[in-house]
């Protein structure tokens, strides 16, 4: 047993963090919140030059063939930032797909560009209010071609290659397609959300072309499978965000004064800054058990996933909010950073299903595992 | 990072798992004798087999153990239910660690391996009716009288004194300088003449508390732990280690209990498990026993470098429990109206879920209330300033007090 990340995985963490600090400072996020732009392309250029596209996919697809507990360390170093960019959608999730499911030539055509970022990938789910589930999909593929409506679609109006979930072509259940946007089949307009930080779409198929990526019929399965892997790398995204919220949290009530001392010495703050050190501790550990669970494809991936994603959404949605309230007036303003945080919180805790539908799966998890 | 076991860890787990197998007490050898007995009985049969306080160094009755090697014991011992214990934990997890970081060589050799054998039980004798989040603010005297110290004054909440050999004292010497200055660190025979101890009943109807009063009691000076005045310094040493060790669990409502009874009892026509409430609730105590669970792991690597627990310790307590309260307080919800029956032979689960609810609101004040555990994490984890205090930097004899303690 071992419990901590190894030195060169430290060494990676203050790299990335060194790299983001002078990349993507508060003004960055803040010029894409403010602009019509989906991305800080700049920066996800220099994303890509990192290698960081590139982490997880085998060397010889043009990857670098690192652990998952590397592509984890990266991943909360972007969540720390707000960082702008297509990253989760691009990595965790069409990446991450075609690694699962991608036969031999789909690997061989997409990877070594996504590994690139030659392409950006994203994965189409949701349509529209409520949970989608695999009997309420209405977007079907009819003889090999996807017609439907995707909405909210992360990064929509940059990707170029979409994973869709979808009714699956003559039979029950469903399937995963892999969608190229550049066809006349495909449209995407900006969807607005209260994240502008990261780019939305709607992502409308009209008998667009599309591949089967993976075993047609078990796609539901394999869509959760990849949500559970998908899952831990938001939560160390989440658990990043929460431990800035906090750290600008302590900062502001050290130096704000009130009745003659510092905001920072009285109980209730202090006591709220104590609650989200300990939500941000408990997400971090069972984040750790997650990377742990991911990088091995451990058997308790789906509990390990689910507990990881579970507490880092509430610790990031607790901090962000308490955040702006330990800011007063301040943390209201369009012209402080705690709204960063704030908006990003509550994006991430929908992006791949609810703080509830996780807490469900969590259960259900257990059930399975009490079961065997 | 590997949470699977390496092959020496799995080797070790295996030698615990088939010591334990063939050791533990059956059923027929414990009858008859009383809790103390019983869990004396065991803590020794483990102790002679080197299987008790493991971290501890062999000439002290350990093992030499690593703490991955301790959790591993952990773990394979809780895998059999009702083992007797508990008695031991403030002499082995308080007592002990402030003995070996204070005491000199021959007092670690006279009283660790008899604290490992289960043979003496300590208990611990800090707070007091004037002090008690307030430790420092403590006012049993100690005068000295040629080698020895006349102690006079009076303790409270004694967990275990009517049943232990020996106890962890802190004492003030001296009142005429700022309060935490003023104290020092003793350790002392229960049996010593002018100790009376009388039972404290609690709201779960136990009384495993006490006040223990001091009329002359002697103590040789050669019991003194630290310098005199340096009383508080060592203290810390005692209260670092208590919130490790509370935290660290015990036998209480916890994740497991609650999802089987859910399993077992209906919320309208169907299992309660079934309901989306009651599933999101039982994910957020998952979240945060796993949560625990893990954070004691990343913890343990800085304790295997030989670190005294540090305030992020309190982290343990502080969540563990008021989530064992709701926990308790949420299992009789779902026994509706029958979950107001208290019996071991009426009540799911022998009366489990009762008794918790009953007992588990000492636990959020003993060893540093939830407040005051709030308060470390902020102050000491988090650099946050103090508040302003009213006794700072004053005489101990000076400092304002409540009206009820003259
Ligand atoms: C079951 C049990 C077993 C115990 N066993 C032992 C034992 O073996 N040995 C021993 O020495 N002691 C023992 N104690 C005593 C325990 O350590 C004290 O009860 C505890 O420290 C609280 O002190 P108090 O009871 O005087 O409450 P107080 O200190 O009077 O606290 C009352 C309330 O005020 C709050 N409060 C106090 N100060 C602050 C502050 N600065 N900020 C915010 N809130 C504050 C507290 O959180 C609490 O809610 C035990 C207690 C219990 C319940």
Redesign the interface.
């Given at each position: 047993m071992n419990f901590e990340f190894s030195e060169d995985q430290n060494m990676l963490r203050d790299q990335a963090s060194r790299f983001l600090a002078e990349n993507c400072p508060p003004a960055t996020v803040r010029r894409v919140l403010e602009s019509d732009d989906d991305y800080d392309a700049e920066l996800w250029g220099k994303v890509v030059e990192m290698g960081w596209t590139a982490a997880v996919i085998p060397e010889e697809l043009g990857g670098l063939g690192l652990s998952y507990l590397e592509l984890c360390v990266i991943a909360e170093e972007l969540g720390r930032a707000c960082a702008p960019v297509p990253f989760s959608s691009s990595v965790y999730l069409a990446t991450e797909a075609l690694l699962m499911a991608g036969s031999q030539a789909q690997k061989e055509t997409w990877l070594p560009r996504l590994a690139a970022g030659e392409v950006i990938g994203t994965f189409a789910l949701a349509e529209g209010p409520g949970e989608t589930t695999a009997k309420s999909l209405a977007t079907k593929a009819a003889g090999g071609k996807l017609s439907g409506t995707k909405v909210p679609v992360p990064d929509a109006g940059i990707a170029n290659l979409a994973v869709v979930v979808a009714a699956h072509d003559g039979g029950d259940g469903a399937a995963l397609y892999l969608v190229d946007m550049a066809q006349d089949g495909v449209s995407v307009s900006p969807v607005p959300t209260f994240d502008p930080t990261r780019g939305h779409g709607r992502l409308v198929l009209d008998g667009a072309a599309a591949e089967p990526l993976g075993k047609p019929g078990e796609g539901w399965a394999l869509a959760q499978k990849l949500l559970d892997r998908a899952a831990v790398l938001f939560a160390w995204e989440q658990v990043g965000g929460a431990q800035a919220a906090l750290e600008q949290a302590r900062e502001y009530a050290l130096g704000r004064y009130a009745f003659g001392r510092p905001i920072a010495s009285y109980q209730a703050i202090k006591h709220k800054l104590a609650t989200m050190y300990v939500k941000n501790t408990l997400a971090r550990s069972n984040c750790y058990f997650g990377a742990w669970a991911l990088n091995t494809n451990a058997a308790e991936l789906p509990v390990a996933a689910a507990t990881a994603r579970v507490s880092a959404t509430q610790a990031y949605y607790f901090a962000s909010k308490e955040n702006i309230q330990t800011h007063g007036g301040m943390g209201y303003t369009w012209e402080f950073d705690c709204q960063f945080f704030y908006r990003r919180a509550k994006l991430l805790s929908v992006a791949i299903g609810s703080e509830r539908q996780w807490q469900n799966k969590l259960i259900t998890a257990v059930e399975h595992s009490n079961a065997a | 990072?590997?949470?699977?076991?390496?092959p020496e860890?799995a080797k070790f787990r295996e030698e615990a798992r088939a010591w334990l197998k063939d050791n533990v007490p059956k059923a027929s050898e414990l009858e008859g004798l009383g809790y103390i007995e019983q869990a004396k009985l065991w803590q020794k049969r483990k102790y002679d087999a080197g299987w008790a306080c493991i971290t501890w160094p062999k000439e002290y009755g350990g093992r030499g153990a690593s703490a991955?090697e301790q959790?591993?014991w952990n773990q394979e011992e809780a895998k059999h239910d009702d083992l007797p214990g508990g008695v031991f934990s403030i002499g082995q997890g308080m007592a002990a660690p402030t003995l070996m970081t204070w005491a000199d060589d021959d007092a670690k050799a006279r009283y660790l391996p008899k604290l490992a054998s289960g043979e003496e039980i300590w208990c611990q004798l800090f707070s007091e009716p004037a002090g008690g989040s307030d430790l420092a603010a403590l006012r049993t005297r100690a005068v000295k009288d040629g080698d020895e110290w006349v102690i006079n004054g009076q303790k409270i909440w004694t967990s275990g004194a009517h049943y232990s050999d020996y106890g962890i004292l802190v004492v003030r010497t001296d009142p005429t300088v700022p309060k935490h200055k003023g104290l020092t660190y003793f350790y002392l025979d229960m049996k010593s003449p002018g100790i009376e101890i009388k039972p404290i009943k609690q709201i779960s109807g136990d009384a495993n508390f006490n006040e223990v009063y001091f009329t002359d009691v002697r103590i040789p000076d050669s019991q003194r732990l630290g310098e005199v005045g340096q009383g508080w310094q060592v203290s810390l040493t005692t209260l670092m280690n208590e919130r490790a060790s509370i935290g660290a669990g015990g036998v209480n409502v916890g994740f497991d209990s609650v999802?089987k009874l859910a399993q077992k009892v209906n919320i309208g026509d169907r299992p309660a498990?079934e309901d989306?409430s009651v599933?999101?609730r039982?994910?957020?105590w998952?979240?945060?026993e796993?949560?625990?669970?893990?954070?004691s792991?990343?913890t343990?690597?800085a304790l295997s470098r030989g670190d005294i627990p540090g305030p992020?310790n309190s982290?343990g307590k502080?969540?563990g429990a008021p989530k064992t309260q709701d926990m308790a307080s949420f299992a009789i919800d779902l026994l509706e109206q029958s979950g107001a029956i208290w019996d071991e032979e009426l009540s799911a689960e022998a009366g489990l879920f009762q008794g918790t609810y009953m007992s588990i609101p000492g636990l959020r004040i003993a060893g540093g209330t939830d407040?005051i555990m709030?308060?470390i994490?902020?102050?000491r984890?988090?650099?946050?300033?103090?508040?302003?205090r009213m006794d700072k930097g004053i005489p101990f004899n000076e400092v304002p007090t409540g009206g009820s303690k003259g």
């Open positions: - | 990072m590997d949470f699977n076991d390496t860890e991955i959790v591993i999802f498990i989306d599933r999101a039982l994910a957020d998952y979240c945060q796993a949560g625990l669970r893990y954070t792991y990343r343990l690597s992020e982290i502080l969540v407040e709030a308060n994490i902020a102050e984890v988090l650099g946050l300033p103090q508040e302003p």
